[in-house]
């Protein structure tokens, strides 16, 4: 794997982003250490959220949209164009800001993902549902009922189906767009929590407009602001004391 | 000037319940003219039997089994069809003119009248294909006439699949078609069943076009049985048989001068409209189970 180079599990260079003529990103370039949280911060409209989808090219779903630069997952190239993007997928989950459960039981959301890689035992499928409920820290909650119809938890509980979801095709990398935004303090301190809990295992990215979240579950912390990336550093040092006075007069509430 | 608005606002209404009142009266007055002639008329001679010269011993078995027939071709023919032409427009369709010109057109096939998809049968299954004025040419037909009401349907029901779902899926490292078959189908399930109803009820009704095509006015048989006593045991001979339908029947018997024959129509038509309610009550009963379990 080490060819040389640094092992980043996500990295970015002078990446520049287009909504057709539109630039939503300009020069990127950042690195995003393994199995650490990355927290991206900003103004809203600043471009986070474009930026996520671009390590599993979810932006692709959005027509007339342009990638100039280079995106690697592990050292590769994902805008290559021999890249396969089911295997990127596989490799690199997302959870989304609005929980979006299947209209199906607990157990065939959990279960979905597996299934559409092709792995037909059941006994494996009850097991990778049931360490992946685990992992999300539903699995009490819900192990009496996984024949109910998702769309009947709550709002919390429905977000870490999804992230029980997102874990039964074993990624590396997990993408969350503002996973909690939705829900009540409770729910977000459960989701705070799991997501402490996966970066022993995980590399995980969270775009977030909570700065008290960021400051709370993530290692480094990337503040964007129109397009551009302004700082980029270990989260105590951004938010104690940060270079750039802009991204100084964010966290201190100046504009938002 | 007050007024004035004001005796206005009273005639507006006055003429729009009168309106109301008079169109809802009349529908139940037909109604119950037809019940009242027919339904006496129905018992199981009259199910059973073939139609005759005495219309005391005039039935409807032909024609029941005939609709029977052409609506299963038409269900068999329409269904797939529909359903791949309304997900192939809305998930894999390139967004450029040409398809948005078939789009529009689709809309307003559905309103093309019926006799127009007849004299097209006519033209392309009956002399170009030489399918015969069958049960198969019917089918097909009456297919045509239905597609765009499947279709539209269809892709409504695609339509209201929440883009989170569509993002889930792909997240997941799910293939197209995957998202397809195991999502896109099984969600909009409900309402391409109530299209699938709608259009056969629609269907069932539909006298011009068959008529168009040829069928035929008497018919004293049934056609052949798709079960046979010799190898292999099934036979499509059927379809290329004649037929006659519910609604044509009804039409051979108006058409004669004996008052007898009138209250033979009225039965064939109490039968032909409780087969119509019972289809659109079973559309309301498919949207709403699918409704309750299928929720975002
Ligand atoms: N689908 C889209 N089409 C066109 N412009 C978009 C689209 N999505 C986002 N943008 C634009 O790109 C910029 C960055 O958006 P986004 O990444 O969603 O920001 P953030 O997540 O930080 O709020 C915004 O100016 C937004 O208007
Ligand atoms: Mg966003």
Redesign the interface.
């Known amino acids: 794997m080490n060819n040389g180079k640094d092992n980043y599990a996500l990295e970015s260079k002078n990446v520049n982003f287009f909504y057709g003529s539109k630039q939503a990103l300009e020069n990127i370039t950042m690195q995003i250490p393994e199995k650490k949280v990355t927290a991206l911060i900003g103004p809203s409209g600043c471009g986070k959220s474009t930026y996520l989808r671009l390590f599993?090219r979810?932006n692709d779903?959005i027509?007339g949209t342009k990638v100039v630069g280079e995106v690697l997952v592990k050292n590769q190239d994902i805008y290559k164009n021999n890249v396969d993007?089911?295997?990127?997928?596989?490799h690199v989950?997302?959870v989304?800001q609005?929980s979006?459960?299947?209209?199906k039981s607990i157990f065939d959301n959990v279960a979905?993902?597996p299934r559409?890689?092709g792995i037909k035992s059941k006994d494996q499928i009850a097991y990778i549902v049931e360490r992946s409920l685990r992992q999300a820290a539903l699995w009490e909650e819900v192990k009496d009922s996984l024949n109910k119809?998702a769309?009947a938890l709550s709002g919390g509980q429905q977000q870490r189906l999804?992230i029980a979801?997102?874990l039964a095709?074993e990624p590396d990398v997990l993408l969350m767009d503002e996973p909690a935004s939705a829900l009540d303090p409770i729910a977000t301190q459960k989701i705070e929590e799991l997501i402490m809990d996966l970066k022993q295992n995980y590399t995980i990215v969270i775009v977030t407009h909570s700065m008290q979240q960021a400051a709370r579950v993530s290692d480094l912390t990337a503040f964007f602001y129109m397009g551009q990336l302004i700082e980029f550093g270990p989260t105590s040092k951004i938010f104690t004391n940060p270079s750039n006075t802009r991204t100084e007069d964010y966290i201190t509430g100046k504009f938002g | 000037m007050w007024l004035k608005a004001k005796i206005y606002n009273f005639l507006f209404l006055t003429l729009s319940i009168a309106g109301f009142t008079i169109s809802i009266l009349t529908l139940f007055a037909l109604i119950a003219d037809l019940v009242v002639t027919g339904a006496p008329r129905i018992d199981f001679s009259f199910l059973t039997s073939f139609p005759s010269r005495n219309a005391d011993q005039a039935g409807i078995l032909s024609a029941s089994v005939g609709t029977l027939c052409v609506m299963l071709v038409t269900a068999l023919v329409a269904v797939p069809v529909g359903i791949a032409a309304g997900v192939y427009l809305e998930e894999y369709a390139p967004k450029n003119w040409l398809t948005t010109l078939i789009e529009i057109n689709i809309s307003n096939l559905a309103g093309v009248p019926s006799i127009v998809f007849g004299l097209m049968a006519l033209g392309l299954f009956v002399y170009k294909l030489s399918l015969g004025q069958s049960i198969l040419t019917a089918g097909l037909t009456l297919s045509l006439l239905i597609l765009p009401i499947v279709i539209v349907t269809t892709r409504e029901a695609i339509r209201a699949i929440p883009t989170g779902i569509r993002h889930a899926v792909y997240a997941l490292g799910a293939t197209k078609w995957q998202l397809v078959r195991d999502h896109i189908i099984p969600y909009s399930k409900g309402g391409i069943s109530t299209g699938v109803i709608i259009g056969l009820s629609r269907a069932i009704g539909e006298t011009a076009p068959l008529i168009t095509i040829g069928a035929l006015t008497f018919i004293a048989f049934l056609p052949n049985s798709p079960i046979t006593s010799h190898f292999p045991f099934i036979s499509f001979q059927w379809l290329h048989d004649p037929f006659t339908v519910l609604p044509i029947q009804m039409f051979n018997w108006v058409s004669r001068p004996q008052p007898e024959f009138h209250q033979n129509a009225a039965a064939a038509g109490v039968i032909l409209m409780s087969i119509t309610m019972i289809m659109n009550l079973g559309a309301i009963i498919v949207r709403l189970r699918f409704r309750k379990k299928v929720t975002w």
């Open positions: 599993n979810m779903l027509a993007l089911v295997e990127l997928r596989q989950g997302m989304f609005k979006n459960p299947f209209p979905y993902g559409a890689h119809n769309t999804c979801r997102a095709v």
